[in-house]
T-cell receptor, first 116, second 115 residues
Framework: AQKVTQTQTSISVMEKTTVTMDCVYE???????LFWYKQTASGEIVFLIR??????ENATVGHYSLNFQKPKSSIGLIITATQIEDSAVYFC?????????????FGAGTKLTIKP | GPKVLQIPSHQIIDMGQMVTLNCDPV?????FYWYKQILGQQMEFLVN????????KSKLFKDQFSVERPDGSYFTLKIQPTALEDSAVYFC?????????????FGSGTRLTVL
């Protein structure tokens, strides 16, 4: 069974700094996909970045990057040069390669507050 | 990016009534999903749908729930009859195909309040 755990309920940092949000997962599969989504105050859920488990290189998109540590089943999200509009709830998610099992499992989320 | 629209954004109904939540997925997407989020908690998978059929559903997808997408119109989630524990935000999502690496695009949710 899939399980995704985000232990940080909330984080608060100053604008223009770097923040890391943690996520660990459990899976029986050797291949899987990891995602980070952002849920804004309006409720909108936005896809941010994806890591394929078979890739050793950490994914990077804009000011988002991942710290993928496969032996530790960990996929941290790093946001550099944070901005006020980065304030949101961030969800980590996983999808296993198991045809017929198409669901994505989400973590509980981390609320990020960026202070001016 | 691609947009998924959900109508209405908020629905209040009395327990026992029927409710239909509507989703307008991204135009060329083929796979559709419903997720349920109780306030302050994580999103939980309900069901996914492709080519007119339910592909997979979770234990949360009770017998009172049904989904359909008649003739390429809205992808709908119907709850009949509703129960108090159905109060939550329901998110619709779609993806281009069912590929494991495919990104899901979510709507902004419909907040359902069952009184």
């Amino acid at each position: 069974a899939q399980k995704v755990t985000q232990t940080q309920t909330s984080i608060s940092v100053m604008e223009k700094t770097t923040v890391t949000m943690d996520c660990v997962y459990e899976t029986q599969d050797s291949s899987y996909f990891l995602f980070w989504y952002k849920q804004t105050a309006s409720g909108e859920i936005v896809f941010l970045i994806r890591q394929d488990s078979y890739k050793k290189e950490n994914a990077t998109v804009g000011h988002y990057s991942l710290n993928f540590q496969k032996p530790k089943s960990s996929i941290g999200l790093i946001i550099t040069a944070t901005q006020i509009e980065d304030s949101a709830v961030y969800f980590c998610a996983m999808r296993e390669i198991n045809y017929g099992n198409e669901k994505i499992t989400f973590g509980a989320g981390t609320k990020l507050t960026i202070k001016p | 990016g691609p947009k998924v629209l959900q109508i209405p954004s908020h629905q209040i109904i009395d327990m026992g009534q029927m409710v239909t939540l509507n989703c307008d997925p991204v135009s060329n997407h083929l796979y559709f999903y419903w997720y349920k989020q109780i306030l302050g908690q994580q999103m939980e998978f309900l069901v996914n749908f492709y080519n007119g059929k339910v592909m997979e559903k979770s234990k949360l997808f009770k017998d009172q729930f049904s989904v359909e997408r008649p003739d390429g119109s809205y992808f709908t989630l119907k709850i009949q009859p509703t129960a108090l524990e159905d109060s939550a935000v329901y998110f619709c999502a779609s993806s281009l195909d069912g590929g494991i690496a495919e990104t899901l695009y979510f709507g902004s949710g419909t907040r359902l309040t069952v009184l």
